[in-house]
């Protein structure tokens, strides 16, 4: 199965099954990935929240970058860097966390302490 339909069927399931495989990855160890270019990390404002959007892979992060920030590359950060620097730093920061947007942009958005309590108890 190419990268390209692997992502098409993921971005199909439900934002909260998204949501559900990101913690999951998480939990199980495995690194999660973001879009970053020379100025830092894509970070999408949403209403009154910023929003930094993750996914399970940096294959399914740039598919979803193509279009719109064709120029971001995706940068990789650890389950250990995410719950113990990312999330700590985001909560200060009053940043959210959007857990794997489909290619309409939706997904789960939480704060950053939400997310890592349902990385914990999930």
Request: hydrophobic fraction near 40%.
């Amino acid at each position: 199965m190419s990268d390209t339909q692997f992502d098409d069927t993921f971005f199909r399931l439900t934002s909260n099954d998204r949501y559900s495989k990101m913690v999951q990855r998480v939990q199980q160890g495995h690194s999660i990935w973001t879009l970053a270019d020379e100025q830092g990390c894509l970070v999408i404002p949403l209403n009154a929240d910023q929003v930094l959007p993750v996914w399970p892979d940096e294959a399914m992060a740039l598919h979803w970058a193509e279009k719109d920030y064709p120029d971001f590359k995706g940068l990789e950060i650890s389950a250990a860097d995410w719950l113990e620097k990312w999330l700590p730093g985001m909560t200060e920061d009053k940043y959210s966390v959007g857990a794997a947007p489909n290619m309409a942009g939706e997904c789960i958005v939480s704060s950053a302490e939400e997310h890592g309590h349902d990385i914990k108890t999930a």
